[in-house]
């Protein structure tokens, strides 16, 4: 048996890169499979240390501490993508890390990301790669005047970004950037924002959870909900478009995949997720396998869970000082509150969520 | 505020007493909740210490580090009742112990477990209590020539126990016991077991979830269905006397009541447990929130969670090498597992269980 094929039995260890609540929710996920999570995150509050086996306070960076680590685990995920390539290659030097290096690599950079997307025949928003301050004009005007200006690597809930209405507002924009080697994309007439949790086994086999429909405020996600508002054509479209996706990287693991959906039912692919994805945290209550499951079974080599769903449900994010009304939150019959035991609640930071289950 | 109104906040921890699957699956629930959990057991194979903030390895009579684990904690429950009621004692120097010592005594002792139901107006089967092997043959032919030896302390899965169908069985009997203080019980003609899984919270509220059929083998649980074949009549009775049961104890906390259903319906209490209950683990995928969640709030002094079920489900033990078709049962997409990091698969161990969803 070589790496590649290597599976994490009953008694093994997960590790996992990264510290926050989605390595939390993975390393619950993986104590249910009696499996033991080691997590390993650089200095700060690291709440998923609270529910780990073992865990290592290291930077990305430190290739001893990287090794050592790995040396312990069967097999490695992570619960980030804007990790240092180099420290999945010191990990895989030990167990297989999956998903591996490739789908890092494309899913770090907005650019190569949009590349990978369209090579691979799916439909994204125009856009147009920026080195310089002086490429912007032209780009602007080939996108029709408008655009948002985002840094290629490291954003995330909406950071590195700035919008473009007029010529006159790109110096404003790029500033913002603090010179970041970045990407204009074109604004999306989109109607509705959707996303797929969609998983693929060691063996290749690819199952989906349904469709959500989301809604984002400032760049942070507020709601899911699932079914939403979306139609059978739309999501098994939206679900085709997946697969091809994890099946064009050689996949494994849960992606999440964002998408816009323009007038007339057409998906574009707005971002992919290389790993558990905060729009599918309704799968806890709605079905019997979760997202965070369902990761650790594809990482570990496992047989994937059936990805229907018993419910309908909403998630609703906690952001900041909303978790303070959690003896409110917990008294509401319907609501599964989840708390992520984080120290300090920041404006914007996500603290918990809550998810209800619906009829339908 | 009083140590009896004490609350544990988001960020506050709960300590338990016990390290084995029970006490791993609460503190999962009090991760959920964003609680820390400090986990106090005995040197041995204690697989909640892999899910929990802090842990201590020491004896349940170690002075010390009781209270000094104690002092760590904003409250203080158990996962199961066979502690000496001293560390209760020591514990509750410091923090608020929920379940406390008084539902601890009355159920740690067949005689006075059954003493008390009869207090509060609850039928058991006839029982004698036995001190000495001379009481014997009296106490047998009063309850009909036939019954159950017990110990009347520190049994469970059907350990300290011997059945006795003949006078002549019973020197064998009572040797089996080595002379520990017994009861003789009554057989009881059941066509059914049955158990109701009651919480009650800190100020006073009870809610129950759905009682469960049951079925035993060689004193062990191996299969709860919910709803089984259970009428509304019976389930109303037996939710009734489980209310009577955590009213009268001034239980905090969640407590698992099996009966034993006769011929005609009538109910009688077959034994108490005051923790969460292998009979109610069917919760975890049936209800938004489950028997273990409850006990969480329960004695952390939140609010009690509405323990509707949204499906029927059935649960079935995976008893010593049964755990090893782990991956024949990740296969069957209606399976949740939960396997409990064990160590040693000895026959008749619970290793783990697994739940399916049904329509209903």
């Not at 809604?215 to 699932?226: A, E, K, N, P, T």
């Not at 965070?292 to 900041?320: D, I, K, T, Y």
Request: aromatic share 6%; with cysteine; proline share 5%.
């Amino acid at each position: 048996m070589t790496l590649g094929d290597k599976v994490a039995p009953p008694g093994g260890t997960l590790g996992i890169l990264g510290g926050g609540q989605l390595g939390r929710m993975l390393a619950i996920a993986a104590a249910r499979l009696g499996l033991k999570a080691h997590i390993y995150a650089p200095p700060g509050d690291n709440p998923a240390f609270e529910v780990a086996a073992s865990h290592t306070t290291a930077s990305y960076t430190d290739a001893d501490a990287l090794s050592a680590f790995a040396q312990t685990c069967d097999v490695v995920t992570l619960e980030f993508e804007n990790l240092p390539l180099t420290a999945l290659e010191i990990c895989s030097g030990h167990a297989p890390v999956r998903p591996g290096a490739r789908a890092l690599a494309v899913t770090q950079d907005r650019v190569e990301e949009k590349r990978f997307l369209r090579e691979a025949g799916v439909d994204t928003v125009d856009f147009w790669a920026i080195s310089e301050l002086l490429a912007l004009p032209e780009a602007l005007s080939d996108l029709g005047g408008r655009g948002i200006l985002k840094t290629r690597r490291f954003g995330y809930d909406g950071k590195g970004q700035a919008r473009i209405n007029d010529p006159s507002e790109i110096d404003a924009a790029w500033s913002d950037l603090n010179g970041a080697p970045a990407i204009l994309e074109a604004f999306a007439p989109f109607t509705r924002e959707l996303s797929v949790i969609v998983a693929r086994g060691l063996g290749g086999e690819i199952v989906c959870f349904d469709p959500a429909e989301n809604r984002h405020d400032q760049g942070i996600l507020r709601v899911s909900r699932v079914p939403g508002d979306i139609s059978q054509a739309g999501a098994a479209q939206a679900v085709a478009i997946a697969r091809r996706i994890v099946e064009a990287l050689d996949y494994i693991g849960v992606m999440g995949v964002e998408f816009f959906e323009l007038e007339g039912g057409a998906l574009l692919v707005n971002e992919l997720a290389p790993r558990v994805h905060n729009s599918g945290h309704w799968t806890i209550e709605a079905c019997v396998v979760d997202q965070f499951e369902q990761h650790v079974r594809a990482v570990c080599g496992w047989p994937l869970g059936e990805p229907a769903r018993h419910s309908a449900a909403e998630m609703s994010n906690l952001l900041g000082d909303e978790v303070n009304a959690w003896r409110d939150l917990a008294s509401d019959p319907r609501a599964a509150v989840h708390l992520y035991g984080k120290a300090e609640a920041r404006p914007g930071r996500k603290m918990g969520h809550v998810t209800r289950l619906l009829r339908g």
